[in-house]
């Protein structure tokens, strides 16, 4: 198994169309968030607006809707269903389903904790027959397990992004090489897996594997994943899902290091990550 490098020049963002309208660049669905996680989810949907989505939809329990509301300008929130504990309730599937129904992409997770609600929103997604490329991330992963089957009957491109604890949580096995254990994963389950960490790898269930060569252990903090699903979900909204996730990769970890340049790794933050992409997507953009 040889991993390709997303090195610069070779992972490119195209460019935009004259006559283009935001409805040509992917309607996204954010759901996400709790009581005492408020930032994850706008973290994600500024991440989403900066990396070009068209309409950022963002779905958060009832109790975090005015604090989530105060914090997104661009992104559109609306409460969901909650439970005792602040999370999102398993009767939020319902109203979820009904917004993917007029949305391009979803991404389920970021700080939305592990209760029963989030693992009964996972498994209505996949297994409504929806098509659209589905990103899970966070604790989205954290309930997956049981149902990791679930992932070769989904319809469209899902997409998951654990950093090696939950990747050890669902059931992956480290052998120290990171390509070949997202490899090993992707192919048994169906389904694109972005194995975080030092020199992230990207492996395709077909076979392909990539790996970064961009990022720094400033990035090692927390919201730095929540701003890499904002980034795979506009990009899935835009470009088909192999180029999508390779670029949202690559534009991820060149911020990153774009940021540390400006920042210093002890300093920076996600926020300050975000406010950096524009410079990133610059360079990353077809001559």
Request: glycine share 12%; proline share 6%; hydrophobic share 45%.
């Amino acid at each position: 198994m040889d991993a390709i490098e997303l090195r610069d020049g070779l992972v490119r963002l195209p460019r935009r169309r004259p006559d283009s309208h935001k409805g040509d660049y992917g309607k996204l669905l954010i759901v996400g968030g709790a009581v005492g996680y408020t930032g994850a989810p706008t973290l994600c949907a500024r991440a989403a607006v900066r990396a070009g989505a068209g309409l950022v939809y963002l779905g958060v329990p009832a109790p975090i809707y005015d604090i989530t509301a105060v914090k997104n300008d661009e992104a559109m929130p609306f409460p969901l269903p909650a439970d005792e504990a602040g999370g999102v309730a398993a009767e939020a599937a319902e109203q979820v389903l009904r917004r993917l129904s007029g949305c391009d992409v979803c991404a389920l997770g970021p700080g939305m904790g592990k209760g029963e609600g989030t693992a009964a929103l996972v498994r209505a997604v996949l297994t409504s027959g929806k098509n659209c490329p589905l990103v899970l991330d966070a604790d989205a992963l954290n309930v997956l397990q049981p149902m990791l089957p679930l992932l070769r009957q989904y319809a469209g491109c899902v997409v998951l992004t654990p950093h090696l604890g939950e990747f050890r949580r669902l059931g992956g096995v480290s052998g120290g090489d990171a390509a070949a254990d997202a490899l090993r994963f992707a192919q048994e389950w169906g389904a694109v897996t972005v194995l975080k960490g030092h020199r992230s790898a990207v492996a395709f269930p077909t076979g392909e594997v990539y790996i970064t060569t961009h990022g720094n252990p400033g990035m090692a903090k927390g919201g730095s994943g929540d701003t890499l699903t904002g980034i795979l979900a506009a990009l899935l909204g835009q470009m088909p899902p192999r180029e999508a996730v390779c670029a949202a990769v690559h534009l991820h970890s060149l911020a990153g290091d774009l940021c540390a340049a400006r920042c210093g790794e002890y300093a920076m933050t996600a926020t300050d990550l975000i406010e950096t992409l524009p410079e990133a997507t610059k360079q990353m953009i077809e001559n």
